[in-house]
């Protein structure tokens, strides 16, 4: 059995003559229309790869995936494989620096309980992504993973970030990203210090329910026991807000909808034009329905209660009918990032009605993480994001 938490990756790396334009910005901050307004303009943006037009599905989606990937390896977008390392991956968004250590972690580890995970996952989503990982044989997306703090791990960190990095590039994002290969000796070191750490998952539960389910089915073969990882330290973590949109009101007129909100125990108040209402505390939610933003407050909250699982519970599930799986392609999720005028827009053009959340603390969900429980899916959206396309690593 092999549980050793962090290990060296054998990978390809994007060049830094292709870097800005081949790394994709962040899939859910982008709209359908921009997702494929990027794959129309530019046939080397390596949203071909993990992405997928519209009319593609299934094993046609996975044919278009593995194509796309073939044309960046003949175009020369990426090195040879190197030697296996380790990574440091700096992340700057607007004065905000987060550092990575890129490595691959291992499915033993995940099993052993030293990767827990905080959100649920959707079947159907996982399913979907290991039939993508098996068409293509590599894994491009690192699975986000979060540390205690630790000052050792930090200093061996700086140390590396005086030589320059192999890639330091900018798109239109705005996001500043920087890769740098740590050396062997420092390599060594880490692993040392990761031997024995616990981690939970910030970013990529989906990919790494997939990974698992590919490693499953394959009877746990060595190929597919190892997962591309990034680690990131507590204390460097900033964590959004998701919100939901659902594009009908299940049968319901508007005053229907209220109605039954309002019977389920919570105070709707309008807000005046020109009244921000993105929600000021946990506890709280904004609505936008009918052109109209409201605020919501429950009468009745336990304080064990998290505001996603308040909403599912309480309206979505029994009033809108909607799972917090989006089985039935009702529901979407958009993440605080993009701005309540965004889900206004989408809500304005496509129907139904929106909630707006207020992020959930780092201390809630160390509670929940440390309880080995759950929470709905999209609950957390930490930004800066890892980014799809620099590292790719064959399995």
Known sequence: MNDTLLQRIETRIVLPQWAERVVSPAYDVLRPFEREELMEQDPY???????????????????????????????????QKAEASLYLYKLVLNGHEQIAV????????????????HERTRQARADDLANHLEKIGIHSSPVALAYEDDETVKSLITQVLNDPPLLDFCREDNLEQSIWRIPDSVSKELISLFHEKETFIIDGHHRMSASRELWLRSGKSTRYSRVLAAFFAIGDLEIRAFH???????????QMFTSQIAANDFVITPLASGEDPEPISNGQFSMFLD???????????????????????????????VDEAGSDGRLQYLPGTVGLSHLESTTIAEGGVAFALHPVNMKQLLSVVRKNKTLPPKSTYFEPKVRSGIFIAER
Not at 52 to 57: P, T, W
């Open 291 to 321: 052109g109209q933003w409201n605020t919501l407050e429950p009468l009745r909250v336990h304080p064990s209660e998290f505001d996603a699982a308040i909403l599912q519970n309480r309206i979505l599930g029994p009033i809108l009918n």
């Open 45 to 79: 943006v390596f949203l071909h790869v993990t992405s997928a037009k519209s009319g593609h599905s299934g094993s046609t989606r996975t044919d278009a995936n593995a194509e796309a990937l073939e044309r960046l390896y003949k175009v020369g977008a990426y090195s």
């Open 244 to 254: 939901r949109h659902v594009v009908d009101l299940n049968g319901l007129t508007s």
């Open 102 to 117: 890129v490595g691959d972690v291992s499915l033993e580890a995940f099993e052993a309980g030293r990767i827990v995970p």
